[in-house]
């Protein structure tokens, strides 16, 4: 799938091109957010500390020209790296996005939000390069209102289950934002809402990634709860395509990137079950705590400031998602095709 993006490319893949930092960037957002960006001319950074991401995403990026993995974590000051003074461009995707894995360890969790923005907005502070931040919809927390609203201030608990990460990420958006109200530095602000696509890990936890590999295992598809708290789904390229454009806009945000096709788990469910033909059959257990009800990004903002909108369908992306799987997995499942 390719989306168009009036993200201006440089040419120049030289030592002269543009050079991004990606923290994160050998996890599943940050992979394709590097690949895109050695797609567009860019030599790229990318710092990660393999803890939920993998040094095979990347690969493929090893050989191309302008492309470096740096194992890092950012809750340690950066390394001493002659060639942070040339970036121009700080795309900070580094934390544990799945709620089972952010869990297992809250404090670092925490940390790597809060000192890990820390230590990137001095870098952007002292170079002038622009930052942006991958915070999420989980800051609205257990939303009282619907869709969300980039003013809606959110509803959490500091002390629940999920506030390490969702308490982590408001610090790194007020640490953010108190940076550009002291023109400090130049930060832009995504709230990223469920993307999905290949290259998330079989077994980390995430709805669609269970599914799929539940459905194509003949496993039973596991809906917490009744299956009615609903979700919307971006696919990943139209994710990467909301970041790029805003990092290139003017607008420092927050503006929500996410997709407002609102669906059921349970519809998202009986849809992989039918996508994937599988005979699966669903069962259900205990919703979480904490779990959210309904989720819906209003985009008006993102449509009005940064001209974007997704572009992929829950049928396409899935669709892409279910044979990247069927490949991973070397399962031999025949898809159904979509009436
Ligand atoms: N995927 C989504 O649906 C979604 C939704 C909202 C926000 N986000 C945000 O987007 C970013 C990327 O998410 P993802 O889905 O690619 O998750 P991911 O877990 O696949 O990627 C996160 C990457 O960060 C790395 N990392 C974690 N802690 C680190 C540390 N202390 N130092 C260096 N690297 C560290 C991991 O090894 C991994 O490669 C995250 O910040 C996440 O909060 C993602």
């Given amino acids: 799938l390719s989306v168009a993006t009036n993200f201006d490319p440089p040419t120049d893949t030289s030592m002269n091109a543009p050079l991004a ?127 969300q609203v980039e003013s809606y201030p959110g509803h959490v608990d500091p002390v629940g289950p999920r506030a390490c990460y969702d308490e982590g990420k408001r610090c790194a958006e007020t640490l953010c934002d108190a940076f550009r109200r002291q023109g400090r530095a130049d930060v832009r602000i995504a709230r990223l809402f469920n993307s999905y696509g290949p290259r998330l890990r079989p077994g980390d936890g995430r709805v669609v990634s269970n599914f799929v590999v539940q ?52 519809d998202l469910a009986d849809t992989v079950i039918r996508m994937t033909g599988s005979g699966s059959p669903i069962v259900n257990r205990p919703l979480p705590a904490d779990d959210p009800v309904r989720r ?9 400031r940064l001209g974007w909108q997704p572009e992929v369908s829950l049928e396409q992306g899935l669709g892409e998602t279910i044979g990247y799987f069927r490949r991973e997995l070397g399962l031999d499942v025949p898809l159904r095709k979509l009436a």
């Fill in 21 to 147: 930092l990606v923290t994160g960037g050998a996890g599943f957002l940050g992979s394709h957010l590097c690949e895109r960006l050695l797609d567009l001319g860019h030599r790229v950074i990318a710092y990660d500390d393999l803890s939920t991401g993998h040094r095979s995403h990347v690969d493929h990026l090893a050989h191309r020209p302008g492309f470096r993995l740096v194992v890092h974590d950012i809750t340690q000051p950066l390394p001493d790296d002659p060639a942070l003074a040339e970036v121009g461009r700080v795309f900070n995707l580094a934390c544990p996005a799945s709620p089972s894995k952010y869990q297992l360890d809250p404090v670092q969790t925490t940390l790597t939000s809060v000192l890990g923005i820390w230590h990137l907005l001095q870098l952007a502070e002292r170079t002038g390069a622009r930052l942006l931040q991958t915070s999420t919809s989980e800051i609205y927390g257990n939303p009282q209102v619907h869709p």
């Fill in 215 to 266: 459905a194509l295992r003949g496993e039973p598809l596991t809906v917490y709860g009744d299956g009615s708290q609903t979700r919307s789904f971006c696919y990943v390229s139209d994710t990467i395509d909301g970041l790029l454009r805003l990092m290139e806009s003017d607008c420092s945000g927050p503006v929500n990137i996410g997709n407002p096709d609102e669906r059921t788990v349970g």
């Fill in 296 to 304: 819906r990004p209003d985009i008006g903002l993102a449509r009005e």
